[in-house]
């Protein structure tokens, strides 16, 4: 059989992709139907998970409406913490502990549905703190059992935290964000309401939708699961296992509904399309990067966000120095996309024109170009920030930047040429500035 170009079977290599699926309810209004849903799953006394924005908006109501009308216990719990920490953790899993739960309902973003996962791990098998936690720095010990029922609510779009069993925090004492990593951290239903996006400020929006379309594009054009090593055994194939012909379809179509919708979502408001069509996008390259893993651009922006020095977003919900989620990946992504189509020309191509831009006479060599250029010609419309010296950085930062993400190895071997700290260093500098 044969899956396309990409994909080429060699002896000793991977000849097998595994597919994660989670169960996705997606739809306006959705958030209504979550009272069944939850009495569907056996939930009596639920905790619903929120933060202290969310806690004063109309999809909590919502929430709280439907789980009463179904007859359904709750209390809420609304001190999440932005960027979760081991101790913001701790604080959520405690309340788990004392309200003698049998459901969780998770309502927010990344950060949020996060809190909860690790709050039911720890009240269902309570250990020590780093037990669960990633080696090198925590044990890694695998989890027990099935965790309690949880239904993600995401009220942003694009972390896919919905659709993973991954749980990601600072932890305090390294100043490194680490995580939580096992399938039995999964919700059971994710609920995918597209009016739940309505509040959000436009600057939101935009680098929510450059995370996403950064997810999609890094898993297309990440490489083939064909080139890695066959596993020891079938336990040992990791969660990014490279691109693979299920997670082309859900990018491809991702970066579609990116280029047909992210520009005008952000800057006309009440785009009501647009948000359908960006959650949708949002749910795509969640399959996509769940399946396949993101590759440069998100293994460089966790150094972009962690050695942040001054920069505040204008218009973000928060007065701290942050470079958000989504600008810290996307100012890397034209850069990296311009080395890397050196290595798959025709997936850059495909990319490119998927996204909107003009392929005809188009030498397929240019590819990584092009996409290089529509992505910039986006940031440009968005008003997202002019690289890396918009966020503060400088030509001298550029060491401490390639140090800081060159350990990020699961990421940066996922892309598709080989790379060393030189050229990680000049992928940085290309990302200085970009017009
Ligand atoms: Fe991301």
């Known amino acids: 059989m044969t899956l396309g170009s990409y994909y080429q079977f060699k002896e000793n290599k991977e000849s097998a992709f595994v597919v994660e699926a989670t169960k996705i309810k997606f739809g306006k209004g959705t958030i209504h139907e979550i009272g069944e849903d939850a009495r569907a799953l056996g939930m009596k006394r639920i905790a619903v998970y929120t933060d202290p924005t969310v806690r004063h908006l109309e999809p909590l109501e919502n929430v709280k409406k439907a789980l009463k009308k179904s007859g359904i216990d709750l209390e809420i719990y609304d001190q999440v913490a932005v960027e979760p920490t081991d101790r913001s953790f701790q604080e959520g899993t405690r309340f788990a502990k004392e309200g003698n739960f049998d459901g969780f309902v998770s309502l927010g ?12 791990l720890y009240s269902t098998y309570p250990d020590d703190f780093l037990s669960y936690v990633n080696a090198p720095i925590g044990q890694a010990k695998p989890i027990p059992g099935k965790l309690k029922p949880h239904i993600a609510c995401p009220t942003t779009f694009g972390t896919a935290s919905e659709c993973t069993g991954i749980a990601i925090f600072d932890f305090l004492e390294r100043h490194v964000k680490t995580g939580i990593v096992g399938s039995a951290l999964k919700p059971a239903l994710g609920i995918l309401d597209p009016l739940n996006l309505k509040t959000l400020p436009p ?3 935009a680098a929510n939708g450059f995370d996403v379309f950064s997810h999609a594009c890094e898993s297309y054009t990440a490489r083939p699961y064909t080139e890695r090593d066959f596993p020891e055994n079938s336990a040992k194939r990791p969660l990014g296992q490279g691109a693979n012909p299920y997670s082309d379809i859900a990018c491809i179509n991702a970066i579609r509904i990116m280029g047909e919708h992210l520009v005008t979502t952000v800057l006309e408001n009440d785009y009501e399309e647009g948000f359908e069509n960006l959650m949708f996008a949002g749910m795509l390259a969640g399959i996509g990067f769940g399946n396949a893993g993101c590759h440069l ?3 460089m922006s966790y150094a972009v966000s962690g050695c942040v020095k001054d920069y505040v977003a204008e218009g973000w919900p928060s007065n701290n120095p942050l470079v958000p989620h989504g600008i810290s ?3 890397n992504s034209p850069s990296v996309f311009r080395l890397t189509g050196t290595a798959c020309p025709e997936r850059h191509l495909m990319a490119a024109e998927a996204v909107g831009a003009d392929i005809s006479g188009v030498e397929k060599e240019e590819g990584g170009n092009l996409l290089a250029d529509h992505i910039i010609g986006m940031m440009k419309k968005t008003n997202i920030p002019n690289g890396l010296k918009e966020v503060g950085y400088r030509e001298s930062d550029l060491d ?3 140090e800081s993400s060159f350990p990020q190895k699961r990421l940066i071997d996922n892309a598709p040429l080989p790379i ?5 260093k000049q992928l940085f500098k290309g990302a200085l500035e970009y017009w």
Do not use: E, F, M, Y
């Open 420 to 424: 060393d700290q030189d050229q990680l």
């Open 203 to 205: 600057l939101v929006i």
């Open 400 to 402: 401490r930047l390639t």
């Open 109 to 120: 973003g990344g950060s949020v549905i996060d809190t909860c996962k690790a709050s039911n």
């Open 329 to 331: 990946v996307i100012v």
């Open 297 to 299: 651009p998100h293994g």
